[in-house]
């Protein structure tokens, strides 16, 4: 019987010498996604696609040179930030979110390594993308990030792409800014110098983005959300509002969201009702070449991180926000700030 047992073995490690097919090529690795699905890789993705706006907010800065294609190309205003030997690349479209779905037969066509899925888990997403990977035979991974994971995400990203390098530098550049946001909030608090903000949107800036939600994680972290509502909208639109309810809030500080009607608030006896319009304190959120708090909520939101925190409480800021903006463009992508461009986006 031992004779046989050996003899087994024998047999066993001939044929995993033959057939490598019996355990992981060499040019191939493990990676478990953050769903906990198990995927079979090659040692470094050579190209990808994105599941949505949102995933190609993080991962275009990271490694445009292996995009099959955008989720969705970018606006006039916002092509002056992107590189032009990738302006041209097709729109595949989206998974989840937005008017368009993802086509499915370009996406075959472009034959990608996988494709990637940046943000927060929805309910059924595993199910739904395991569907699509069996129909399409293409690995769909799903990464989680929300604003305050973002570092954690982008190691992650670097490790699914099977290079670490770049990933790790965006990681510590999110990491700092996180702890010097949360330094400078810790003494604001401590005054109890917390300003009450609300971030309006919409055609007549009568839709906020309510506290509690995914999108206005943001606002929340350096001022105090007067926007409370019973059933908060969790997509990007915002719950709808009406002026009485403005007033009531009377928060500290308007927010008003890029190319709304911001410009016509100042002039206008109804919105004047409110104490922020009367003392000058409502602002236009930035944009370039997605807004910096939401539109969507993706690691473009640490510009508005400093943006505001600067706005709100320059009294307590110990960095230069021009500096930190520039190194933003300049690591993300590889613009050099001027200082008319600089005034374009914050003025």
């Known amino acids: ?35 906990g699905r198990r995927f079979v890789l090659p040692e470094k993705l050579e190209k990808i696609a994105l599941s949505g706006p949102l995933t190609q907010i993080y991962a275009f800065p990271l490694c445009p040179e292996l995009l099959a294609g955008f989720s969705k190309t970018f606006s006039t205003d916002a092509e002056k930030y992107i590189p032009d030997e990738f302006l041209s690349l097709p729109e595949l479209g989206q998974l989840y979110g937005g008017k368009g779905t993802m086509n499915l037969e370009a996406l075959l066509a472009a034959a990608p390594d996988a494709v990637i899925d940046v943000g927060q888990a929805k309910s059924g997403m595993a199910e739904d993308l395991d ?19 973002v570092p954690e995400a982008y190691r992650k990203l670097g490790e699914l792409l099977g290079d670490s390098t770049r990933a790790e530098q965006f990681a510590v550049w999110c990491e700092k800014t996180l702890t010097d946001i949360s330094s400078i909030m810790e003494k604001v608090d401590a005054d109890g110098a917390r300003k009450s903000v609300v971030y309006c949107l919409g055609p007549k800036g009568l839709n906020v983005l309510a506290n509690g939600s995914y999108h206005a994680e943001i606002v929340s972290m350096v001022a105090e959300n007067a926007a409370v509502v019973d059933n908060v909208v969790s997509n990007g639109d915002g719950n709808e509002i009406d002026m009485e309810q403005l007033i009531l809030w009377d928060a500290d500080v308007l927010l008003f969201q890029h190319n709304s009607i911001f410009e016509e ?34 690691v473009q939101c640490y510009l508005g991180l400093l943006w505001l925190t600067d706005t709100l409480y320059p009294e307590y800021v110990d960095f230069d926000l021009k500096e930190e903006v520039s190194a933003y463009y300049k690591l993300f992508y590889g613009f050099d700030m001027t200082d008319d461009a600089y005034a374009e986006l914050v003025g």
């Open 1 to 35: 019987m031992f004779r046989k047992r050996i003899c087994l073995l024998l047999v066993l490690s001939v044929m995993l010498a033959l057939f490598p097919a019996f355990s992981i090529a060499d040019n191939a690795r493990e990676f478990t996604d953050s769903l």
């Open 131 to 149: 569907k699509l990977g069996e129909q399409t035979g293409i690995p769909f991974i799903h990464i989680d990030a929300t604003v305050q994971t």
């Open 265 to 298: 608030v100042g002039d206008s006896s109804t919105w004047g009702q409110l104490s922020a319009v009367r003392e000058g304190e409502y602002y236009e959120i930035p944009s370039g070449p997605y807004g910096w708090i939401s539109s969507p909520p993706a």
